[in-house]
């Protein structure tokens, strides 16, 4: 009798351990197979962060190129999106990605100045006259040194995107003349040249990141701001700022830069795939770029809430000449071959030139 309890007490314990231990009772096959689940191990990240909408030309490229590498590469590589500046601002993205810490930015060449001088050549003041000076720029010589400049810093540049001409708003009076500048505050881009450009102006000027733009408009830390039309849609700054002017003074772009310990590294066949989606998403980026900008100025046109002012070409060659000591005051840093090749481009384009 006695022998009977033991084995029921063993068969009672031998039970209870399969059940807390997740075996099956009645087969001794192997778990099925989860072939989703076990490549996730394997699976290459690329964590993009950039500090913009989602819904800007560069918000909407990094969805674009994330799909894309989805779509051939699901299996191998996930690129994980954080906007907005949810994992760094751009103050802080281009150490992180020197760290290594994320694998992929965006960041404004404005945010690039600082650590390269050379980028300052497309803050200069009405430097490029239209979309295809600036194409020719990026695309030809002045882009390659641009981007070979970033390898000393364990980045690599493999393209530029495109956001569009800025223009300037004020919350106190519209901005037509120079003299309209003075005595007001604006923020800007981390860049000396942005500085230089609104001093000459008779204004100040303060850098923050774009994350802090909307909240220091509304308090009034600053008076006004420059930017393209779709970031200041999409930040609803147009719904803060009373006065735009048209003034196509500056150009922001944007260079997607990765990690370039990390990119060396990958396997030549998943780079190869890469660097196919991310020229179909650059192709696709110019377009929407323009589109978007176009739409969102009726957007605003059409939302009544800002007094819009087209600059004519006297009025620009007004601000031209308060600006021109920039070029000289940059000659030094960026080199007089660069900015005669700049200087070119401009001549070239702007028929109305002086």
């Given at each position: 009798?006695?022998?009977?309890?033991?084995?029921?007490?063993?068969?009672?314990?031998?039970?209870?351990?399969?059940?807390?231990?997740?075996?099956?009772?009645?087969?001794?096959?192997?778990?099925?197979?989860?072939?989703?689940?076990?490549?996730?191990?394997d699976?290459?990240?690329?964590?993009?962060?950039?500090?913009?909408?989602?819904?800007?030309?560069?918000?909407?490229?990094?969805?674009?190129?994330?799909k894309?590498?989805?779509?051939?590469?699901?299996?191998?590589?996930?690129?994980?999106?954080?906007?907005?500046?949810?994992?760094?601002?751009?103050?802080h993205?281009?150490?992180?990605?020197?760290?290594?810490?994320?694998?992929?930015?965006?960041?404004?060449?404005?945010?690039?100045?600082?650590?390269?001088?050379?980028?300052?050549?497309?803050?200069?003041?009405?430097?490029?006259?239209?979309?295809?000076?600036?194409?020719?720029?990026?695309?030809?010589?002045?882009?390659?040194?641009?981007?070979?400049?970033?390898?000393?810093?364990?980045?690599?540049g493999?393209?530029?995107?495109?956001?569009?001409?800025?223009?300037?708003?004020?919350a106190?009076?519209?901005?037509?003349?120079?003299?309209?500048?003075?005595?007001q505050?604006?923020?800007?881009?981390?860049?000396?040249v942005?500085?230089?450009?609104?001093?000459?102006?008779?204004?100040?000027?303060?850098?923050?990141?774009?994350?802090?733009?909307?909240?220091?408009?509304?308090?009034g830390?600053?008076?006004?701001?420059?930017?393209?039309?779709?970031?200041?849609y999409?930040?609803?700054?147009?719904?803060v700022?009373?006065?735009?002017?048209?003034?196509?003074?500056?150009?922001?772009?944007?260079?997607?830069i990765?990690?370039?310990?990390?990119?060396?590294?990958?396997?030549?066949?998943?780079?190869?795939?890469l660097?196919?989606?991310?020229?179909?998403?650059?192709?696709?980026?110019?377009?929407?770029?323009?589109?978007l900008?176009?739409?969102?100025?009726?957007?605003?046109?059409?939302?009544?809430?800002?007094?819009?002012?087209?600059?004519?070409?006297?009025e620009?060659?007004?601000?031209?000449?308060?600006?021109?000591?920039i070029?000289?005051?940059?000659e030094?840093?960026?080199?007089?071959?660069?900015?005669?090749?700049?200087?070119s481009?401009?001549?070239?384009?702007?028929?109305?030139?002086?």
């Amino acid at each position: 009798m006695r022998s009977f309890v033991t084995i029921g007490i063993f068969v009672l314990v031998g039970l209870i351990t399969a059940i807390l231990i997740g075996f099956p009772l009645h087969s001794s096959k192997p778990l099925p197979y989860d072939a989703e689940q076990a490549g996730l191990k394997d699976r290459i990240v690329i964590k993009f962060s950039h500090v913009v909408a989602e819904n800007t030309p560069k918000g909407l490229a990094a969805e674009r190129f994330a799909k894309l590498v989805h779509e051939r590469l699901s299996d191998r590589v996930e690129v994980q999106v954080y906007p907005n500046g949810t994992l760094y601002t751009d103050k802080h993205e281009l150490d992180a990605l020197s760290r290594g810490d994320i694998q992929m930015i965006a960041p404004s060449f404005s945010n690039l100045t600082s650590a390269f001088p050379s980028w300052k050549a497309f803050d200069l003041p009405f430097a490029f006259p239209n979309q295809q000076a600036v194409d020719e720029a990026l695309q030809g010589e002045i882009g390659k040194q641009l981007l070979g400049e970033l390898t000393n810093a364990n980045m690599r540049g493999i393209s530029f995107w495109n956001n569009g001409f800025k223009q300037v708003t004020s919350a106190q009076r519209p901005l037509i003349h120079p003299e309209d500048f003075a005595g007001q505050t604006f923020r800007i881009l981390p860049s000396e040249v942005l500085e230089q450009q609104f001093h000459a102006l008779g204004a100040e000027a303060v850098m923050m990141p774009f994350t802090e733009v909307y909240h220091s408009v509304v308090r009034g830390d600053v008076d006004g701001q420059e930017n393209t039309i779709s970031n200041i849609y999409s930040k609803r700054l147009y719904q803060v700022q009373r006065y735009m002017t048209i003034s196509n003074h500056g150009y922001l772009g944007y260079a997607v830069i990765v990690n370039r310990s990390f990119w060396e590294g990958l396997p030549a066949d998943i780079r190869h795939e890469l660097e196919l989606a991310l020229a179909e998403t650059t192709q696709w980026n110019r377009k929407l770029a323009q589109q978007l900008n176009d739409q969102q100025l009726n957007e605003i046109k059409k939302s009544g809430m800002m007094t819009i002012h087209q600059l004519t070409v006297k009025e620009r060659d007004e601000w031209l000449k308060k600006l021109a000591p920039i070029y000289e005051q940059v000659e030094q840093e960026i080199g007089a071959p660069l900015l005669a090749q700049i200087k070119s481009l401009r001549h070239k384009y702007d028929t109305h030139s002086p």
